[in-house]
């Protein structure tokens, strides 16, 4: 049994070696070419799609978008052998970059280009980029930003086919019913570092999260008579669900509740006095209308009405 583990590691060390050489060989730095982006579009002057012309076409990830030699013929004199040392580090054993080819097959540059995006949207190192380094491709948190910023579809099925892997290790089948620690320690180790707001957004919790299931889970069977101190003291956790300040205003007024100063005195038809409101809505007339804005033809015009 050990004579067979330790062939397995040695097996699975040698596999390692030769995926880091591969990974290596095929890897834009180790291409040997001489490139910067800074010297092209920032001191010449050039536009992404004098080199990338295919990219208004493209409706797919995996197109090649990488300029050829011949487009890099326009400018530069690519016939003459002791032009090569210009762009190849070792002229004598050229090596092209390696083409993206595995990047999100549904990506469509054409849709983003007639909406009007420009390239450094999506690219924006690539104008200070002065050598051959990573492709500087947007990570799925950019693209989550700026679609949920405009107001765009964030469903996984717009990006992503039925046959690729989405789910991370931490979502096995039980996840739906032990996320809640996930969620509240934000462990990212358990989701390969990403956050939970990356594939999912508020109205997603809120389709479980609302209605009688709340209580004796995130709200205790009490929580109506305890959870004065949490919204004064929490409020942004309280708004992450509650947006609307309606939702509090319309159950404290079915239920007669009352804010602490609403004591005996605080309004009153006395000519010239009107009680301690009349001074509130003095200096912050705002804080009245937070709950007296719909009602205030009933609450306000018998006495301001006349």
């Known amino acids: 049994m050990n004579r067979y583990l330790l062939l397995c590691l040695i097996g699975l060390g040698t596999g390692l070696t030769l995926f880091r050489m591969g990974t290596a060989q095929s890897s834009p730095q ?3 070419l001489i490139f910067s982006h800074k010297l092209h579009v920032v001191e010449n002057e050039m536009d992404c799609l004098d080199c990338h012309p295919g990219a208004v076409r493209s409706e797919q990830g995996m197109d090649d978008l990488f300029p050829e030699m011949a487009a890099c013929g ?27 080819d595995t990047y ?4 469509s540059h054409r849709q983003h280009a007639v909406a009007g995006l420009a390239c450094q949207t999506c690219h924006p190192r690539v104008k200070d980029k002065d050598r051959v380094t990573a492709y500087d491709l947007p990570d799925m948190a950019s693209c989550m930003d700026c679609h949920d910023r405009r107001g765009l579809w964030t469903d996984c099925r717009s990006c992503h086919l039925p046959d690729e892997p989405l789910k991370p290790v931490s979502h096995g089948p039980d996840f739906e019913h032990r996320h809640a620690d996930l969620a509240r320690l ?21 389709r479980c999260h609302e209605g009688d299931n709340l209580e004796r889970f995130t709200h205790p069977l009490n929580y109506a008579f305890t959870h004065a101190l949490e919204a004064q003291g929490r409020q942004k956790d309280c708004s992450s669900c509650h947006r609307d300040r309606m939702f509090c205003v319309d159950c404290h007024r079915d239920f ?44 306000c015009q018998p006495c301001h009405g006349k």
């Open 30 to 32: 180790s291409s040997g």
């Open 104 to 107: 999100n097959r549904l990506f």
């Open 186 to 206: 934000q462990n990212r180790s358990l989701t390969a570092g990403k956050d939970c707001r990356l594939c999912h957004q508020t109205r997603d919790c809120q």
């Open 74 to 100: 326009d400018c530069h004199d690519v016939e003459a052998e002791e032009e090569c040392g210009l762009c190849h580090q070792q002229p004598e054993e050229v090596a092209l970059i390696p083409r993206v």
């Open 256 to 299: 007669q509740v009352m804010p602490h100063n609403h004591v005996a005195g605080w309004s009153n038809r006395i000519p010239g006095d009107g009680g301690r409101h009349r001074w509130e809505a003095l200096n912050d007339l705002e804080a009245c209308l937070a709950c007296h804005q719909s009602n205030a033809e009933q609450i």
